[in-house]
């Protein structure tokens, strides 16, 4: 009998610890799973951050293994229920059936009284909640374009002198370095004080203003164009040097950044303000937010109004004016292409969600922006006409400088870098540098030592 109790024991002991450790690498692999996808979203989510679609399958999946029971060891309902000792071991019998028998009856058993409220959300229809998101970020991606021309003049050639085509710092550097230092701050500290006073606004500075203020494809094709002319140490050093510089440049960015919220807190502090002091300038109603999206729709009008007027007015002579004016026209689609493919992130491959790690929508932005910039480099040693440079340039300038970004590839390489996996942050960086470069080679670098092109002007 003593060998029949110590035999039933200690199969109880290893059911019961085969369940914890079972339960406990499910619990990994979900904690797992949630840092994949907060990774690959650090950045950008696309349309899946507008008020309307807040509540999405990804969330519900999460909930569901939150809502799990569990007892106080850990374990599970089911896990417990299956460590219970058998009925033929125990010397206590059941109760009679009469005497269990609850003086309530299954109808007049206490249940909530009712289901949890749905949380009403205060705001746009759908389609016009899209439609002002999209206007913020044309409006926002325009004064990116804007930014990122006038330091590559301030810094290139023919004022600072710091930065060329010819030498690993690459004319869109300072912008590059600038937009992720400036990511930390409104990307990554303070904007979800900023989704407070309008969400629209986050998105339009986060995915519209730096989004357009760095490029990847611009950074890509000035590493081709090293490349062509045989200066291939350069490129390689171009690419490590820039990621380093970046990389480094949000890591002051957050920093900076949270040493003046800490700031600001001390000094409310010290005021007595402290959270007696509401915000009232918050875009939370349909009037004030269908005023915001009329007002930014009269100030794109004017941005697309006069650079179209400039463009028609210097498109004869060619020049660097009618690029960029151009450019400005085109930026907004490229800003509007990224937005949209940044609903990937986050998602992972297939049903079962594979490499949700990786941020395919950032990914496929950066990668087809490199490789469209790399064939109109190519039809524009080709064509070699001034009509051609204009609409090639300003579309390079435009429209695929704010399809790719450096800010928010940059914000997802720093999220991976501090996750439990920081091998996931290279692996991301090689693969879209690797993958651009391969790739523009034999869109760009082929053909023009194929046909002898001459690059140099």
Not at 8 to 36: C, F, K, P, Q, W
Not at 221 to 227: D, E, I
Not at 315 to 329: R, T, Y
Not at 341 to 354: E, I, Q, T
Request: charged share 15%.
């Amino acid at each position: 009998m003593e060998r029949l109790n110590s035999g039933v024991g200690s199969s109880s002991i290893r059911r019961r610890s085969l369940s914890i450790s079972i339960h406990v690498s499910h619990r990994t692999e979900n904690d797992d799973d949630a840092e994949s996808e907060s990774v690959s979203e650090a950045g950008d989510i696309g349309d899946r951050a507008l008020p309307s679609r807040r509540f999405s399958a990804t969330n519900s999946f999460r909930f569901s293994f939150d809502e799990t029971k569990s007892d106080e060891n850990g374990g599970t309902a089911a896990d417990v229920e299956q460590l219970q000792p058998p009925r033929a071991s125990s010397a206590i019998r059941p109760l009679p059936p009469q005497l269990v028998a609850s003086p309530l009856s299954t109808t007049d058993a206490v249940l909530p009284s009712e289901e949890p409220k749905k949380e009403t959300r205060k705001g746009l229809p759908e389609f016009l909640d899209y439609a002002s998101c999209m206007i913020h970020m044309a409006v926002f991606g325009i004064l990116g374009v804007l930014t990122r021309y006038l330091l590559q003049k301030l810094f290139g050639p023919g004022e600072a002198n710091l930065t060329s085509n010819k030498t690993v710092l690459y004319l869109d550097l300072p912008a590059n370095m600038i937009g992720s230092f400036l990511m930390g701050w409104f990307g990554v500290v303070f904007k979800a004080d900023i989704s407070q006073v309008s969400e629209h606004l986050a998105i339009a500075i986060t995915t519209g203003y730096l989004g357009s203020l760095t490029t990847f494809s611009g950074w890509n094709q000035k590493m081709l164009q090293l490349s062509v002319s045989g200066h291939w140490l350069f490129a390689i050093l171009g690419f490590l040097f820039g990621l380093f510089l970046v990389g480094y440049s949000i890591i002051v960015g957050i920093e900076t950044a949270n040493g003046f919220k800490w700031l600001l807190n001390k000094l409310n502090m010290c005021s007595g303000s402290g959270d007696n002091s509401e915000i009232n300038c918050r875009v939370d109603s349909p009037q004030r937010q269908l005023a915001a999206m009329t007002m930014f729709l009269v100030i794109l009008g004017i941005l697309w109004g006069v650079s179209g007027a400039l463009v028609k007015a210097k498109f004869k002579n060619g020049g660097s004016g009618a690029e960029l004016w151009f450019a400005c026209m085109v930026g907004p689609v490229g800003v509007w292409i990224r937005w949209f493919l940044a609903r990937l992130n986050g998602r992972g491959l297939g049903r079962a969600g594979l490499f949700k790690w990786m941020p395919f929508g950032t990914l496929i932005a950066n990668v087809s922006a490199a490789c469209v910039m790399a064939a109109l480099s190519t039809i524009k040693e080709a064509v070699n006409t001034k009509d051609c440079d204009t609409i090639v340039i300003g579309t390079q300038l435009g429209l695929l400088g704010c399809l790719s970004t450096v800010s928010t590839f940059v914000a997802e390489f720093n999220a991976m870098r501090e996750s439990n996996h920081l091998w996931r942050a290279y692996v991301y960086a090689i693969i879209t540098m690797c993958a651009s470069f391969v790739l523009g080679i034999l869109i760009y670098c082929v053909p023009v030592w194929a046909t002898g092109y001459d690059t140099s002007t």
